[in-house]
């Protein structure tokens, strides 16, 4: 087929943050669905440890009434409250991830009090977000715990429920609100020194105020723009030892047990850089000696180590 007389080959298709679709060489158009890979929705009056986790500090408090996540300093001095995802966004090179969220406030602004949303490291020292602080509204960007802040307008009315989206890439960030672009950063470096990161919210009050400030949110998301299927790697345990296998977050495919020698020995896989923490799966060598796969699909934060006891020949597969 020849691209240039094909319908896609002729017609640029561009959306209103003036993002031009793209068509392969013969005329094919790309398309993406979206696929959440951190956060999600409020609902049932109660939190979902599954998917968030909370910090409060000085009486600040995140509680789930009516599916809205309310995040409320109370009316204590220094009073803070702090939602995050539970899952680190994995960022692929290539593709673009999106913050997502619907928040109301319940006022245009307090003074001595700051609020924030979009993505944060787990140290807190590297992202990107808004932020309100008293009544100023920007978008900005921390790298090293070195904050930038960006001036943005917006005829958003903040105590109205609004759509604030970040899209983000290692060479662009979008910020928008309510579906118009409020800043666009082209950074000649990178703007962060962590790209894989957790959506948040937070809601802080200084020593001088004791404001019961709330921060309302009905959605808080991290979408990634197509269904990745990266080469994937394999890592072979022959031996009983700890090995690091990946830092940072990624996807457990399969294990591929040959020829255990004892069924006491035992792989333990962890989500973690060490071998300790939060446990994926534990493997214990059947009695067989036929060669056995087990399927997974399990996507992992922190890293993936294992520990194994024994002799084995089983290959992890892995993203």
Known sequence: ???????????????????????????????????RIAGGIFDDGQLDTSFYTVTNTNGGTTTVTNAVATL?????????????????????AGTINRFYARIYLGDAGTANNVRRWGMLNAAGT??????????TLSACTLKGGVETINAIT???????????????????????INEVVALALLPVLPATNAIQLFGFADNTNSASSTTNVLLN?????VIRFGRVSTQVITSHITTAATT????????????????????????????????????????????QANPVTLEYGLVFSTGLTAVSTGTWDASVIFE
């Open 126 to 135: 590297d992202g990107f977000y808004f932020k309100l602080n008293n009544t």
């Open 244 to 287: 690091v296998m990946k830092y940072g977050p990624g996807l457990l495919q399969r294990v591929t047990i040959g020829n255990p020698a004892s069924s006491t020995s035992i792989i333990t896989l962890y989500d973690n850089t060490a071998g300790s923490g939060t446990v994926i799966t534990a493997i214990q060598g059947p009695a």
């Open 1 to 35: 087929m020849d691209h240039n007389m094909s319908y896609f080959g002729q017609i640029k298709i561009i959306d209103y943050l003036n993002n031009q679709a793209e068509v392969t060489p013969y005329g094919e158009l790309h398309v993406t669905n979206p696929v």
């Open 154 to 176: 917006t005829t958003a009315t903040l105590t109205n429920m609004n759509l604030y989206e970040i899209d983000y890439s290692q060479g662009q960030i979008n910020f928008i």
């Open 217 to 221: 949110a009905v959605q808080m998301t």
């Open 72 to 92: 409320a300093t109370n009316t204590t001095a220094n009073g803070a409250t702090k939602l995050t995802t539970a899952q680190r966004a994995r960022f692929v």
